[in-house]
């Protein structure tokens, strides 16, 4: 009985053939990772764009990737034949290597050492605000050499999307990098002193109109004082004697000065 169950079983076992894995899943396709192409080189002492950078940009109310858009934006949008254009963090890397320069020199004194390690004579300070469909920007361009402020853009918008106001921050501090004027040393030049011009010369008119207020001061003059003796002591030939007395000294005052 038992022989019989065993070649039942392999007979089962021969019919049914010997068991198999299941068949693996395909490999999953290499992962290709995009890298970004290489940043371009500071520009050489010898090239003749104008090196600005972004040395602040903050964000407040909105994600942080709004900031890097709107650098992104701004460097696309400029003309890179006039300008090279630094992001923040370009900016930064460069300042590493500096022992004089510290985090948070926005203005004043301290800018010269960003001229240094960077050769930049403007840089930006950006700020970027945002809550639902209200956002707010402002833009400021500071010199390096003395740490002033050049320009200065400010702007809100109450109902707009983030890229409506990406693209008006965009253009406003574009127009702003254009008005300011290339040589940013010409507040330093000493101002202009005219020269202190000679009086005018005196002409023949004032010694005539001199002579003329004489001659009728000392005629009216005379005048009222033969009008005042020979009407008995009127009193209008002194009030005419005395307008004429008056006219004669301005008129001696005329030809003295």
């Known amino acids: 009985m038992k ?11 021969a019919v049914a053939g010997p068991k198999k894995d299941p068949p693996k ?10 890298q970004e192409p290489p940043s371009t080189p500071f520009p050489e002492s010898n ?18 990737e709004v900031g890097v858009q709107f650098q992104r ?30 985090e948070g020199c926005v203005v004043g004194d301290c800018l010269r050492e960003v001229k240094v ?39 809100r918008c109450d109902v707009c999307t983030m890229s409506e106001a990406l693209s008006a921050a965009t253009r406003a501090t574009l127009a702003l990098i254009d008005h300011v004027p290339k040589d940013l ?24 109109a001199g002579g003329i207020l004489t001659a009728a001061g000392a005629a009216l003059a005379i005048a ?14 002194l009030i005419l004697a005395g307008g004429g007395g008056g006219l004669l000294v301005g008129g001696v005052v005329t030809l003295t000065f």
């Open 73 to 102: 934006d701004v460097e696309e949008e400029i003309d890179q034949r006039r300008y090279f254009l630094a992001t923040r963090a370009r900016m930064h890397d460069r300042m590493t290597s500096s022992t004089k320069w510290t």
């Open 117 to 155: 390690q960077t050769n930049a004579d403007i840089v930006l300070l950006a700020s970027l605000s945002g809550s639902g469909t209200s956002y707010g920007w402002v833009v400021t361009l500071v010199g390096t050499e003395r740490g002033k402020v050049l320009g200065q853009t400010s702007e």
């Open 3 to 13: 022989s019989a169950a065993v070649l039942v079983a392999l007979a089962a076992t």
């Open 185 to 208: 040393r010409a507040g330093d030049a000493p101002a202009v002193v005219k020269p202190v011009e000679p009086p005018p010369p005196v002409h023949e008119d004032h010694h005539l």
């Open 25 to 34: 899943p395909p490999p999953p396709p290499p992962v290709v990772v995009e």
């Open 47 to 64: 090239d003749p764009r104008r090196i600005i950078g972004f040395l602040d940009v903050r964000v407040d109310g909105a994600p942080a």
């Open 224 to 237: 009222g004082a033969v009008y005042y003796f020979t009407q008995s002591h009127d009193t209008n030939g």
